[in-house]
């Protein structure tokens, strides 16, 4: 192997700031996902809508739903830095409407703003990561990510509830303020990315009838069970029109020529069980984060604060392993082996906790949120990185889009099916553990979870009464925990059936290099025709056709049943397979890309490669040679490698070889570019 290895990857000055507004913009959108349940009560209490309080959460999370892939999608045509500028400048305004709001539903229209604000900002930092950061390198940076995610997902409960009690519920909107300001000045300032405007026709039927077809969809499963019972006419009817609204939009989707989702996207098995693996993880976090704290205070019987410390092993192991899990996979290349062992941990923190009863310690809590929270460490950011290395940089925002779209279909349906599972059979489980005499004293519905929470009731209740609720209640969240196993098992599946990847070591792929090579053959004059083979003019055109040729080398050597390919890009990388592959790829992305930062940074790549050619331009074994030589011909072993061959030139003179060779590299320059075209349709 050569002495000579890649230089760790840096973020310039520019994209240092650049990442940390990013991040200043993820902090503020996530942390208002979670920070308003501590102050409910109290702000239900001050305005009012007891019967609606669901709704200050439930519209934030469908505005935010909706505007996910539309965004993307949009960014993708459009550019990125418009709209997350508006991301930010649209939930600074919805921040101000709620800490202000005087009526409970001028509060829900706040959060609805913040909510598209939210929609925004969330999907469109994790491109622009995607943007300026290669895949290979963009584990570390994602798991950074994930830390901000994972400490808001935890830590907003007791954020909200220690600004209530100090400051009261208007300043959970009002410290977002300062933050998002500084966010924005930062973006405004140094968030420069290129983007060729392309003429594009607006999905308008399509964005039309998913956001009706979500809205309605999400409204079932947020009010099913709750609200209304799953066989009311209300129910029923959100759901059969969401669904026929839904196959409306598929239709549509496959006709329009800017779709606002590329259904295409969906033909690769990564991005789909990626996309499946992500909703299933989502579904069993929130499951965590929502009901752990309820077993916490009805059944252990400890305070708002010490339940959020109970669950702080699950945010610690998200972000610790987070990081870890980043950096590994940035070290060596490889993630699916991390996922899986996340997979199988997120399902043994599932069966801890299904066991839970009245009697179980804090110990057994903590061990099953602690195993959950490593697990969600191990996966969470790696099926964005995924996602993002397996489609076109053209695609990069609205596939990033999508997946941060299921995972918020996931949280919401979850948090929907386990408040159905809770409550569903709470009644029913609270009498049966009732004493007999108690149980005919007390008609159903006079006593629930209610009961324990509060505590100015629990004092008032008889003891026997206390028992049977913590009971009941430990039996239906321990029934949430066993729904969650077929989840995971979901998710392990899904996960087993990501096909691997080689992380590239460059923002762009080897579809794009093809677009770029196809974008300035077209736009050249239609006088001057470019010489394919040999001197003349051209020369830019033959380079980039030569990098395409090593891009797809590289890539078909990355295939197991390419064993020639591989051996010959093993020894070209001096024995290490994977260098062999980075140095291919980077010279490909020199060699095609227009942008003088990128052909400067990948020069020491292609600078490296010529070393690794002799001085006969031989860059394979002699044993390698023999083998190509086999494979090439039909002919018996003898007559190829023990005699020398006459060549055609000699026994059939009048066929000029070297004009069948000018014709063959041209005819193969055309086959690159139908392969372009290919990957690209």
């Known amino acids: 192997m050569t002495d000579t290895a890649p230089e760790p990857f840096r973020l310039t000055p520019q994209s240092r700031r650049i990442f940390t507004g990013l991040l200043l913009g993820m902090l503020v959108a996530s942390i208002s996902q979670t920070i308003v349940g501590p102050a409910m009560p109290r702000i239900v209490a001050e305005l009012g809508g007891m019967d609606h309080y669901s709704w200050v959460a439930t519209a934030a999370m469908l505005v935010s739903a909706i505007s996910v892939p539309i965004v993307g999608k949009l960014s993708d045509l459009f550019g990125r830095r418009p709209f997350y500028l508006g991301g930010l400048a649209i939930f600074i305004a919805g921040s101000v409407l709620a800490g202000t709001a005087q009526t409970f539903w001028w509060l829900v229209a706040a959060r609805a703003v913040q909510g598209l604000g939210m929609g925004i900002l969330m999907p469109l930092s994790q491109t622009i990561v995607g943007d300026i950061i290669p895949p290979r390198q963009r584990g570390k940076y994602q798991g950074y990510m994930g830390v901000v995610f994972g400490v808001t997902s935890v830590a907003g409960p007791l954020a909200g509830g220690l600004i209530t009690d100090a400051l009261g519920w208007r300043w959970l909107f009002f410290t977002a303020i300062p933050v998002g300001l500084v966010a924005l000045f930062v973006i405004a300032r140094f968030l420069v990315l290129d983007h060729e405007p392309r003429p594009a026709v607006i ?25 209304y019972p799953w066989n009311s006419p209300i129910i029923l009817g959100l759901l059969i029109g969401g669904v026929a609204l839904l196959v409306v939009f598929v239709i549509v989707e496959l006709r329009v020529p800017e779709p606002v989702v590329p259904l295409q996207l969906f033909a690769s098995s990564i991005f789909t069980f990626a996309n499946l693996g992500a909703f299933g993880m989502s579904m069993v976090m929130f499951g965590a984060i929502i009901y752990v704290p309820v077993y916490a205070q009805g059944v252990l019987a400890v305070n708002a604060s010490t339940s959020g410390l109970i669950t702080l092993p699950l945010m610690l192991g998200l ?7 980043g950096l590994l996979i940035t070290k060596t290349g490889r993630y699916k082996e991390i996922m899986l062992v996340g997979a199988v941990l997120l399902g043994v923190g599932a069966v801890v906790l299904s066991r839970l009863t009245a009697a179980s310690s804090v110990w057994e809590v903590v061990t099953g949120v602690g195993l959950i ?3 969600l460490g191990a996966l969470s950011q790696q099926y964005t990185l995924v996602v993002q290395n397996a489609v076109a940089r053209r695609d990069l925002g609205v596939a990033t889009a999508a997946l941060q779209f299921f995972r918020n279909v996931g949280s919401t349906i979850g948090t929907a099916v386990f408040g159905t599972v809770l409550s569903g059979g709470l009644d029913a489980a609270i009498f049966a553990n009732l004493p007999p005499a108690a149980a005919q004293t007390m008609p159903h519905g006079t006593i629930n979870a209610g009961s324990v929470l509060d505590p100015t009731v629990i004092g008032q209740l008889p003891l026997e009464v206390v028992a049977a609720v913590r009971i009941a209640l430990a039996q239906q969240i321990g029934l949430i925990f066993i729904v969650c196993l077929p989840i995971v098992a979901l998710v392990f599946v899904c996960t087993l059936l990501i096909k691997p990847m080689e992380l590239r070591d460059t923002v762009s792929n080897a579809e794009d290099a093809g677009r770029e090579l196809l974008d300035t053959m077209s736009q050249q004059s239609g006088d001057v025709a470019p010489v394919l083979t040999g001197p003349g003019t051209g020369e830019r055109t033959r380079e980039r056709l030569l990098g395409l040729e090593l891009a797809i080398v ?17 020894e070209l990388g001096g024995g290490d397979f994977s260098w062999g592959l980075t140095l291919l790829h980077c010279t490909a992305e020199m060699l095609t890309s227009d942008d003088a930062e990128i052909a400067a940074r990948s020069e020491k790549y292609a600078c490296e490669l010529t070393k690794q050619i002799n001085g006969a331009g031989v860059s394979m074994s002699d044993e390698l040679r023999r083998q190509i030589a086999l494979a090439a011909a039909h002919s018996p072993r003898r007559a190829i490698l023990d005699e020398v061959e006459k060549p055609v030139a000699e026994r059939h003179e009048a066929v000029d070889i070297a004009k069948l060779r000018s014709a063959a590299n041209e005819l193969m320059a055309a086959l690159i570019a139908d392969i372009a075209v290919d990957r690209r349709s």
């Open 373 to 375: 929270g490593v697990g």
């Open 203 to 227: 999905d308008y039927w399509g964005i039309v009838t998913m956001s009706l077809g979500i809205t309605a969809t999400l409204l079932a499963a947020s009010l099913g069970g709750t609200s």
């Open 554 to 570: 590289a890539e078909n050597a990355a295939r197991e049943d390419r064993p020639l390919s591989r051996q010959a890009v093993t």
């Open 319 to 325: 972000v610790f392993v987070g990081m870890g899990a």
